[in-house]
């Protein structure tokens, strides 16, 4: 009897961390003994927070963006699509090396 009563408890307490707020971050800590942070105001988070959840640019969508540009430097290009542009590149040019060897 005592243990139901206390299976039930935990029960109620799990259900009562399962609430949403509108103040903390619900469901973010991981330590026992620890508490869910409070949430900040929107100014006080990094910029690139708010674009992780955009998918990465395709090798496609940078070669468009990159077209007719002689000199990468100067075309509308970040240092970041730069290096992603050239990674997807080299990419896609071992796939084609391994298609035409397997094809041999």
């Not at 508490?35 to 990465?56: F, G, M, T």
């Not at 990674?87 to 391994?98: F, Q, S």
Request: proline share 5%; with cysteine.
């Amino acid at each position: 009897m005592i243990r139901c009563q206390a299976a039930a408890e935990e029960t109620r307490k799990l259900q009562r961390a399962g609430t949403l707020s509108a103040t903390t971050a619900t469901g973010v800590n991981y330590f026992k003994k620890g508490e869910d942070p409070p949430l900040k105001d929107d100014s006080e988070y990094p910029d690139w927070l708010w674009n992780i959840h955009e998918p990465p640019a395709t090798l496609y969508g940078l070669q468009k963006k990159a077209a007719g540009r002689t000199n990468l430097e100067s075309g509308e290009l970040s240092a970041t699509e730069v290096k992603r542009l050239i990674k997807l590149e080299t990419n896609r040019t071992i796939k084609d090396r391994n298609f035409v060897k397997a094809k041999q």
